[in-house]
């Protein structure tokens, strides 16, 4: 959700003209499964023919197509949503900090709550799914490095003022449990 209305890393930093290949997800901002690679047309041949992952990977789904179609309209339409994602994830971040958590240096609406080792991440990551009922994946080695292991948190525009704080809560008990805040 980068960029002007979300348009993107490339519309963020300025760089139109400049860049050769863009890839992007479609599981984060859209929701669905699938991806897109844009380039020239040569760059794309190419990639169709030798690019090992795209060799074994089915085509995107009608219905997903559908669904990052209508995503599209929406986002052109207004930068309402996308507002509220950066306003959502702003609080988000700065109320994890206030509780005494490390939320590392992203500088995206996905925030990382910086935990160490592995273990930590995936017990913190079970505690919130059976104490707290939230559902926040831990990552871990080889993902990150070993050491950065953390939980990451996927704020969203669809996230109301009382979904933060139950999310804050529930952060702000297990963290305690655990130990990783006071």
Not at 41 to 54: N, V, Y
Not at 63 to 70: M, N, R
């Given at each position: 959700m980068?960029?002007?209305?979300?348009?993107?890393i490339?519309?963020?930093?300025?760089?139109?003209?400049k860049?050769?290949?863009?890839?992007?997800?479609?599981?984060?901002?859209?929701?669905?499964?699938?991806?897109?690679?844009a380039?020239?047309?040569?760059?794309?041949?190419?990639?169709r023919?030798?690019?090992?992952?795209?060799l074994?990977?089915?085509?995107?789904?009608?219905?997903?197509?559908?669904?990052?179609?209508?995503?599209?309209?929406?986002?052109?339409e207004?930068?309402?949503?996308?507002?509220?994602?950066?306003?959502?994830?702003?609080?988000?971040?700065a109320?994890m900090?206030?509780?005494?958590?490390?939320?590392?240096l992203?500088?995206?609406?996905?925030?990382?709550?910086?935990?160490?080792?592995?273990?930590?991440?995936?017990?913190?990551?079970?505690?919130?799914?059976?104490?707290?009922?939230?559902f926040?994946?831990?990552?871990g080695?080889?993902?990150?490095?070993?050491?950065?292991?953390?939980?990451?948190?996927?704020?969203?525009?669809?996230?109301?003022k009382?979904d933060?704080?139950?999310?804050?809560?529930?952060?702000?008990?297990?963290?305690?449990?655990?130990?990783?805040?006071?």
């Amino acid at each position: 959700m980068l960029g002007k209305g979300g348009r993107g890393i490339v519309d963020h930093f300025n760089l139109h003209g400049k860049v050769d290949v863009e890839v992007g997800t479609f599981s984060k901002a859209f929701g669905v499964m699938g991806g897109v690679v844009a380039g020239n047309a040569t760059i794309i041949e190419w990639l169709r023919q030798r690019g090992r992952p795209f060799l074994f990977s089915s085509a995107v789904t009608a219905a997903d197509a559908a669904a990052c179609i209508a995503a599209v309209d929406i986002l052109e339409e207004s930068t309402v949503l996308v507002d509220r994602l950066w306003d959502n994830a702003r609080y988000f971040k700065a109320e994890m900090q206030n509780l005494g958590f490390d939320t590392g240096l992203s500088t995206t609406p996905i925030t990382p709550v910086m935990l160490g080792e592995a273990t930590l991440a995936q017990e913190f990551s079970k505690a919130l799914f059976t104490d707290e009922y939230v559902f926040a994946m831990p990552i871990g080695f080889p993902t990150v490095a070993k050491g950065k292991a953390r939980i990451r948190v996927m704020i969203s525009a669809a996230h109301e003022k009382v979904d933060l704080e139950q999310g804050l809560a529930a952060f702000a008990a297990v963290g305690k449990k655990l130990g990783v805040i006071h």
